[in-house]
């Protein structure tokens, strides 16, 4: 078999078995996915006996984060046939990939689990050790009801360069966010609108000045995927058009919100895939201070294990480690517990 039809094998594989583990997807869905986010150097596939039993693609982002902007790597699509479930192959994958995020540099690995009980199986060590980071909460915006003459609303022409380089602009604005590139804001667009909702700019003056995707859901919500605008004025003018379009009188947001806000529902999980970097790039030392952490069991990484000392500007690290190491998701819920991230646009809704 050459290797054009290895990859068209395993193309054709991991649609199949994305189908199999998640039903409701639309054909138009995966038609989607699998020609704009699909391709071979971020998919993993597992086969036994000819047999493909467990699949993952390893998105690449890039999070901003207390002023660093760093390469992380998203966990979608994770299934494995029924088959095969119960034989560790969720780990197998998942190793794989942090190994890989490890080699390529980046600093963490992130996925969105839907379930409570997926949850918890990301928690353990020998699921990667996650930990919930980011927390969400559903918001109300009202239409006020006026007309709002300086702005005109107008759908996202496809490939509407000014239109992203606005997104950048706003999401370069918010302390915490995972940065879309061209292509994912496209994806989400055109999954938008594969749901049958809105996507929507605000312009003043022929200048774009705010951006929206709403949906419909299956409860006649009217709900925002994405809501960022230069203008207060703005987020009123796209808030009343979608009210009046959808005759509803209230439009819903979920958004980013610290975990002991009240109704704070938890969302992304986070682990580190490179101890080094992380506390190279993230460890905020005062002045004539050194910072100690002890990490055990990262069983995807064992480099991260051990004592990590930071000081005089020098990272150190001792294989060696206390009673007090804590596993990577206890150290970052303890470092970072009141992290707050803007995620939009993950394709997870």
Same mark, same amino acid.
């Given at each position: ?28 869905? @995966?038609? +989607?996915?699998?020609? #704009? ?6 998919? +993993? ?24 902007? !760093? ?6 699509? /994770? ?14 994958? +998942?190793? %794989? ?9 980046? !600093? ?69 966010? @995972? ?14 609108? /594969? #749901? ?31 809501? +960022?605008? %230069? ?11 979608? $009210? ?67 000081? &005089? &500007? ?25 992290? %707050?991230? $803007? ?5 997870? #809704?």
């Amino acid at each position: 078999m050459t290797t054009e039809e290895m990859r068209q094998r395993e193309l054709e594989d991991s649609r199949a078995l994305w189908q199999t583990c998640f039903p409701n997807d639309s054909t138009e869905f @995966l038609d +989607l996915y699998f020609r #704009e986010k699909y391709n071979p150097s971020v998919n +993993l596939i597992h086969y036994v006996n000819e047999r493909p039993a467990a699949v993952m693609q390893l998105l690449p982002y890039r999070l901003r984060c207390f002023g660093q902007t !760093v390469n992380v790597g998203y966990v979608s699509g /994770l299934c494995t046939h029924p088959d095969f479930r119960g034989r560790g192959l969720a780990k197998l994958l +998942l190793d %794989k990939a942090h190994r890989r995020l490890y080699e390529q540099g980046a !600093v963490f690995s992130l996925l969105i689990p839907d379930s409570d009980d997926l949850r918890r199986f990301y928690t353990k060590p020998s699921h990667g050790a996650y930990a919930t980071i980011s927390y969400r909460k559903e918001e109300s915006w009202l239409p006020t009801g006026n007309a709002y003459p300086a702005y005109s609303i107008s759908p996202i022409a496809p490939y509407d360069a000014d239109v992203f380089v606005l997104h950048q602009q706003l999401d370069l604005r918010t302390d915490n966010a @995972l940065l879309s590139s061209f292509s994912d804001w496209q994806v989400a667009i055109a999954t938008c609108q /594969l #749901e049958g909702g809105q996507a929507l700019v605000a312009r003043r003056k022929g200048k774009p000045t705010g951006i929206t995707l709403a949906v419909k859901e299956s409860d006649g919500r009217v709900v925002l995927r994405d809501f +960022l605008a %230069k203008r207060p004025g703005a987020k009123g003018a796209l808030i009343q058009f979608l $009210s009046e379009h959808y005759d509803v009188p209230i439009i819903y947001d979920r958004a980013p919100c610290q975990p002991t806000q009240p109704e704070a529902q938890p969302y992304l999980m986070m682990r580190i895939v490179n101890m080094q970097k992380f506390v190279q790039l993230f460890y905020q030392p005062t002045l004539f201070s050194s910072f100690e952490a002890q990490i055990k069991d990262d069983l995807s990484i064992p480099e991260n294990n051990g004592t990590w000392i930071y000081t &005089n &500007n020098q990272v150190l690290h001792s294989p060696t480690m206390t009673a007090n190491a804590l596993s990577p998701a206890n150290f970052l819920t303890n470092y970072w517990p009141n992290l %707050k991230i $803007s995620v939009r646009n993950l394709l997870d #809704e």
